[in-house]
T-cell receptor, first 118, second 114 residues
């Protein structure tokens, strides 16, 4: 039990498909994150949600659409992806997303979804 | 903007020996947090150790310790008595005082030889 669960573990999709990645955290955290991990590149922060409100969107193409229906669940909706979008997508959560004294709450990650776009 | 650099793409160590992974960072902030994360083949990123910049004492967690040199902006990880289970990709990460954005390095792949 990792505390942060991601499904599916692997996903292969065509460029015209629509799919969704799911993340669920059982830690009572208030902030959730999507990261993209490509080979030989640092992790890239995509989106941040705090108390179900999007607080960061780092110039991510519109073919990636996040959704946070409640503080325990986070989705990443995918449509008309490109082959260069193939990567490991990691979800994470933390106790807080605050500008101040609580910023030391570490991230807890899921096992990721390995996405291949053909 | 903050940057994190890990200059060793790959490292190897003999079981029971000690290895040090390097990390440097660039920032204009005076207060921040530094982290080392481990990513084994299971792909889950696991927090290994963290250091508050305002603390001069180096953090230690069992066999893992850091050498934090604030003036040099260096944050190396030392693994003592290496075990086969330590084999993983290790990421150094920086977190400033504004929000929770983590900036990661490119990672160091550690191999532990029996």
């Amino acid at each position: 039990e990792t505390g942060v669960t991601q499904t599916p573990r692997h996903l292969v999709m065509g460029m015209t498909n629509k799919k969704s990645l799911k993340c669920e955290q059982h830690l009572g955290h208030n902030a959730m994150y999507w990261y993209k991990q490509s080979a030989k590149k640092p992790l890239e922060l995509m989106f941040v949600y705090s108390l179900e409100e999007r607080v960061e969107n780092n110039s991510v193409p519109s073919r990636f659409s996040p959704e946070c229906p409640n503080s325990s669940h986070l989705f990443l909706h995918l449509h008309t992806l490109q082959p260069e979008d193939s990567a490991l997508y990691l979800c994470a959560s933390s106790r807080d997303y605050l500008r101040g004294s609580s910023y030391n709450s570490p991230l807890h990650f899921g096992n990721g979804t390995r996405l291949t776009v053909t | 903007a903050q940057t994190v650099t890990q200059s060793q793409p790959e490292m190897s160590v003999q079981e029971a020996e000690t290895v040090t992974l390097s990390c440097t960072y660039d920032t204009s902030e005076s207060d921040y947090y530094l982290f080392w994360y481990k990513q084994p083949p299971s792909r889950q990123m696991i927090l290994v150790i963290r250091q508050e910049a305002y603390k001069q004492q180096n953090a230690t967690e069992n066999r893992f310790s850091v050498n934090f040199q604030k003036a040099a902006k260096s944050f190396s990880l030392k693994i003592s008595d290496s075990q086969l289970g330590d084999a993983a990709m290790y990421f150094c990460a920086y977190r400033g005082t504004s929000g929770s954005r983590l900036t990661f390095g490119e990672g160091t792949q550690l191999t532990v030889n029996p």
